[in-house]
């Protein structure tokens, strides 16, 4: 039986079609009949007009705006989703996420790293703006592979979402922007090259940009769905689960559920 993953994107997805639309099929051709990717995003107008690399580099506009997303994990275990991919390298609320529920919630850029580490020696996350580099870097600075990550980086000039998703029409400039940026990353010793940044990545796929200068250029949401997917294999066929001890800790699962309830008006 197929699993049903839940797959949430930090933009007003619906707004970027070409993008909703590139994961939705690439996620069939990794995926095959094993699992299915719902993809989710936020409400339009969530962002204000503004671009979410703009504003959710503000540690305010990061809680506000995405705090949605801490009652969609909530919902998607209730709806009998297997996994939880948060599809975003601004990585928000993984420890919140990860103590609400029981099914594994997956990091797109915890996946990315650990993979990565599995690739090389030493990685290199390229994103789309200083901003979303400066989260990214904080995340790794999280999961404590800092001994592992060479640099953390982004394209000169930086593109915005929306400017990323024009690209989709007319890639050239945003894969030499990359390019660069990358053969730079190399040059200074890096092994494995991973876009920190998900329209920016899946431009890079849908136009076959797997290598650059001998180092692989990881393809972030395939090695997160098929993480979520082994995960949940995990926890259906031997019970694993994330450890409450401390990090994840979630000793009253009943108040979670009455604390989700009345922030939905229920």
């Not at 990091?107 to 901003?131: D, F, H, M, Q, R």
């Not at 190399?186 to 920016?200: K, M, N, R, S, T």
């Not at 431009?203 to 972030?220: E, F, Q, R, S």
């Amino acid at each position: 039986m197929a699993l049903r993953i839940w797959h949430q994107s930090t933009t007003e997805i619906d707004n970027i079609g070409v993008y909703k639309d590139s994961l939705i099929s690439r996620a069939r051709m990794i995926l095959g009949g094993e699992a299915e990717i719902d993809v989710h995003g936020l409400p339009s107008g969530a962002h204000h007009g503004r671009a979410p690399s703009a504003s959710l580099g503000n540690a305010y506009l990061h809680h506000r705006i995405l705090e949605p997303i801490l009652h969609n994990v909530i919902e998607a275990e209730r709806q009998g989703y297997a996994a939880f991919v948060m599809g975003s390298f601004s990585d928000p609320f993984i420890r919140e996420l990860r103590s609400a529920v029981d099914i594994p919630v997956i990091s797109l850029t915890e996946s990315a790293l650990l993979i990565g580490c599995s690739l090389g020696k030493y990685l290199v996350p390229i994103s789309n703006a200083p901003a979303v580099a400066w989260m990214t870097r904080t995340s790794v600075d999280a999961y404590q592979l800092q001994a592992r990550v060479l640099d953390v980086t982004s394209i000169d000039p930086p593109m915005d979402e929306p400017a990323l998703a024009a690209g989709y029409h007319n890639p050239g400039p945003v894969i030499a922007a990359f390019t660069r940026a990358a053969e730079r990353a190399v040059a200074a010793g890096a092994d494995v090259i991973i876009p920190a940044e998900g329209v920016l990545a899946q431009l890079l796929v849908i136009n076959g940009v797997k290598t650059i200068a001998g180092a692989p250029v990881l393809d972030v949401f395939a090695a997160a769905w098929c993480y979520a997917v082994m995960m949940a294999r995990l926890w259906e066929r031997t019970g694993l689960r994330a450890g409450r001890a401390w990090q994840y800790r979630r000793e009253d699962p009943e108040l979670i559920g009455i604390i989700h309830a009345e922030s939905q008006g229920a």
